[in-house]
């Protein structure tokens, strides 16, 4: 009977780590040609490489976050059409909110993005929006100011028939060194889907007096920063900063995802 050669145990881990390996590689050569991974946009077959999106749909993504905007209102526009800080979109507008960073236009595979995640339920594109949001926080002129995130709120009918907020999955996935999530805005007073209002004065109208502050809120003299994911007409960012500066808020500013663009809207 011959003698089995002692293996020590590093050697013994070291094969039956590489068999695990090549047991997990060969699984997913046989899960990716049962089911290869797609685009989760447009369904296009991707490699494992890519990511969730192909490369024309990134291309288009990184086209509609790109180009200059007002730091003020939001508005595509070239940073040579800016006076006193503002565009020609808004010289007469009334803002409530002291200025605001955009991630891009609400366009193309931004727009289609944003639509599956808000009534698709994919909740899973959280973390591009987050990384979006993050990039365009870091190009802001407020980012050190911020004492809080606030996500603009939804009344709790809406909630419970959509099962999140999706200002507060955004909102969670944003990186900041001090500032903290505040969830103590609130909206108070059940409203019509803006998107189905055409007019400005409409979605004006829906709004007005739809938030509140908690009792115990920590607004007073500090300097917030709210979260959405649309930007169509100013109403809603509107309302929550005369609300927030109600309650004591030295300055509101806003984040957004995506703005609409409203050339012909008057708000």
């Not at 997990?24 to 296009?44: E, I, W």
Request: charged fraction near 25%; aromatic fraction near 8%; hydrophobic fraction near 35%.
């Amino acid at each position: 009977m011959g003698i089995i050669p002692a293996v020590d145990a590093i050697n013994l881990k070291f094969l039956l780590d590489k068999l695990k390996n090549k047991s997990v590689s060969a699984s997913k050569q046989v899960v990716n040609l049962l089911f290869p991974s797609v685009c989760d946009n447009c369904l296009k077959p991707i490699s494992e490489n890519d990511g969730v999106f192909c490369d024309d749909c990134w291309s288009q993504l990184l086209e509609c976050a790109g180009g200059d905007y007002c730091r003020r209102c939001g508005k595509d526009v070239s940073r040579y059409a800016i006076i006193e800080g503002r565009c020609g979109h808004c010289q007469s507008q009334n803002l409530s909110f002291d200025g605001i960073a955009r991630a891009g236009k609400y366009e193309k595979t931004l727009k289609k993005l944003l639509l599956k995640f808000k009534f698709g339920d994919k909740t899973k594109f959280r973390k591009t929006f987050g990384f979006l949001g993050n990039s365009a926080l870091e190009g802001s002129d407020f980012r050190d100011d911020i004492d809080y995130f606030v996500p603009v709120p939804l009344h709790w009918r809406r909630r419970l028939f959509r099962g999140f907020n999706q200002s507060l999955l955004i909102t969670k996935k944003l990186t900041h060194p001090k500032a903290k999530i505040n969830n103590d805005l609130v909206r108070c007073r059940y409203t019509m889907p803006q998107v189905a209002l055409d007019s400005a004065a409409a979605r004006k109208k829906n709004v007005e007096g739809a938030f509140a502050v908690r009792i115990d809120h920590e607004f007073e003299n500090k300097n917030i920063c709210l979260v959405d994911d649309i930007k169509t007409t100013n109403a809603t960012l509107n309302e929550c900063s005369q609300t927030l500066k109600q309650a004591g808020a030295l300055k509101v500013y806003a984040l957004v995802i995506a703005v609409a663009d409203q050339k012909d809207q008057q708000w």
